[in-house]
């Protein structure tokens, strides 16, 4: 043996023990980082109260919040760089998870109440059926008779965690943030190049600001979708049966998700019959896609006529009153995109968005591309070809069916699979190193840029003490009264059974009829209140606002809190 082999053998064991120190010190670093960012962001928590979001904020909460915040996001983002440095799975997701996490969890740091109004309804319609203990009877329509699913699981997270409906629900947000992240890094990880992974799903969770972080049935139904695209595709028995479970959870909370999850395999299933010359591993793959989609389509069809049928009713009237109407689809979307942008209140964050979509399409087409030529990536570029004209699908036939209620979905797995395809693609061909860095750098403005605006539109979803104090108002007023429009969240405080049961008609169902002249026997309120008159601003038609605002000298005001009145109309 000489004395260098006899070196090298006693210095092995130094070697290794050294290097689980340097990857532990690393660990740490990050750690050390996270831990700080979040000490920081708790410190701007405390420091500042948002009582009031004005639309001079083109960017919404964000340019609201206090520079130790900001402090705080970075440090916990450089963290999320040095994780994905270290190119440590366990890191990238953890520090991925905070991050996010954090983010659509912000607006219940600095507001008093949780966001969004919708998250009330859907929290009060799962607390009803834990109340009752069965499904809304009699109420066919109701979207919790026809997909109970996010309802059930609200309503056993309640009942598990012992917690308070108002603090449940600026909770969720933190909860959903992180099982996003986690669900988008798993789906990438499973489909493209796993060194890619973390750095896509970074990008991606920036870049997908049409998510639902707040209570809601599409919350879960995106981080189902997800997971069910992630093992969907593996053959052994408990991989099947996993898929299965997780798919049928999803039909039963979600039918958008579960629709352009179909849609993508309807695409697949199309596009596995060419080329017609295929190897019989091909053949076997194609074979089994027909298959999963027969039979997932088969479950979804099932639950929406025999247990769904509210929502199967609809689709049928949507469909019918518009199968006329197909030849003019281009010109609907152009009209949707007029309506919604004529006179829009925030001008510069949708320009921002378009931007970023811009120019990942823009980059993503050279990269499927140049993946194609390439005999081993095929499989890939078809599922992603399969993915994109299922969501061209489905928001073609939402714009023209349902009047675009739903095609940012489409957008959202779309943010998630760009950066993929774009960095997966682009990493195939030999770039100057200077190149390459500048592609990375673009792909990174863009997320950043379309991030900067997840938060734009808070002008429309805070909830102030002041709706709130409206709604308690409101629970004062004889059951079955009849409450015209206002904004007001739902009262999720007082248990669903016990809540004075109202009317809700909005002022766009009885235009043009004055209050006065509505017949009925009912008392009847009129409410109003600034993120009403919004809400007409942007959406509703402020004509329709400003004719029931001039009937105000001549009702009777029996409340103002400052930032909502009611007026009695009736008797």
């Known amino acids: 043996m000489s004395p260098r082999s006899g070196d090298s ?48 904020a083109q960017f919404g909460l964000f340019q609201l919040l206090p520079p130790t915040y900001w402090v705080g996001m970075g440090l916990i983002g450089f963290a999320m760089v040095l994780a994905l440095r270290e190119r440590s799975e366990i890191l990238i997701v953890a520090t991925g998870m905070l991050f996010l996490s954090i983010l659509a969890g912000t607006p219940g740091l600095f507001e008093s109440n949780a966001r969004y109004w919708d998250s009330y309804l859907h929290l009060n319609e799962g ?20 997909w109970p699913g996010t309802f059930l699981l609200d309503a056993i997270l309640m009942e598990v965690g012992a917690a308070a409906p ?3 629900l600026q909770v969720y947000p933190f909860l959903s943030g992180g099982l996003t992240f986690l669900a988008i890094f798993l789906f990438l990880r499973s489909t493209f190049p796993r060194p890619l992974a ?22 879960l139904g995106f981080v189902l979708v997800l997971l069910v695209m992630s093992i969907m595709w593996r053959r052994p028995v408990r991989w099947r049966a996993m898929s299965a479970l997780l798919f049928v959870g999803l039909v039963t909370m979600h039918p958008t998700s579960t629709l352009i999850l179909l849609s993508i395999l309807l695409m697949l299933s199309i596009l596995s019959f060419f080329p017609i010359k295929k190897s019989d591993e091909v053949r076997e793959n194609a074979r089994f896609v027909r298959r999963l989609s027969l039979v997932y389509g088969t479950a979804w069809f099932s639950w929406l006529y025999f247990k769904a049928t509210g929502s199967s009713q609809a689709a049928e009237t949507a469909i019918a009153t518009r199968i006329g109407s197909l030849i003019s689809l281009p010109e609907s979307t152009v009209n949707l995109a007029t309506a919604r942008t004529a006179e829009n209140l925030f001008t510069v964050a949708p320009l921002l968005r378009f931007g970023s979509l811009g120019i990942y399409g823009l980059l993503a087409l050279p990269a499927m591309a140049i993946l194609w030529k390439r005999e081993t990536s095929r499989p890939l570029v078809r599922l992603v070809l399969a993915a994109l004209l299922g969501l061209a699908v489905v928001g073609g036939a939402d714009i023209l069916g349902f009047k675009g209620q739903f095609y940012d979905r489409c957008l959202l797995l779309f943010s998630v699979l760009a950066p993929a395809i774009c960095l997966t693609g682009l990493g195939k061909i030999r770039l100057p190193k200077i190149a ?31 709706s709130v104090a409206l709604s308690q108002f409101l629970e004062r007023a004889p059951p079955k009264s009849v409450v015209y429009d206002g904004v ?53 038609g402020i004509e329709t606002y400003r004719f029931y605002d001039s009937e105000r000298a001549s009702l009777s005001l029996i409340y103002d809190n400052g930032g909502g009145t009611i007026y009695l109309t009736g008797r």
């Open 9 to 56: 053998r006693s210095n092995a064991p130094k070697d290794a023990q050294g290097g689980s120190r340097r990857r532990s010190f690393r660990a740490l670093l990050v750690a050390g980082y996270a831990v700080a960012g979040v000490v920081q962001v708790a410190v701007a928590a405390r420091s500042k109260q948002i009582v009031d979001v004005p639309l001079s």
């Open 127 to 146: 607390r009803l059926i834990q109340a009752t203990g069965h499904l809304p009877a009699g109420a066919l329509g109701e979207y919790s008779a026809n």
């Open 166 to 168: 108002m603090p449940f």
């Open 198 to 219: 973390g750095v896509s799903a970074v990008l991606a969770s920036l870049f997908a600001v049409w998510a639902q972080f707040h209570l809601s049935p599409q919350s």
């Open 436 to 466: 390459n860095r500048a592609v990375i750098a673009i792909l990174v403005a863009a997320s950043l840029t379309a991030a900067s605006t997840v938060y734009y539109q808070e002008s429309f979803n805070y909830v102030s003490d002041q």
């Open 488 to 540: 007001f969240p739902t009262p999720v405080w007082i248990p669903g059974d016990q809540q004075t049961p109202l009317i809700l008609v909005t002022f766009v169902q009885i235009y043009p009829t004055p209050l006065q002249e509505i017949p009925g026997v009912r008392p009847s309120y009129a409410v109003f209140d600034s993120t009403q008159h919004l809400w007409y601003r942007q959406w509703r």
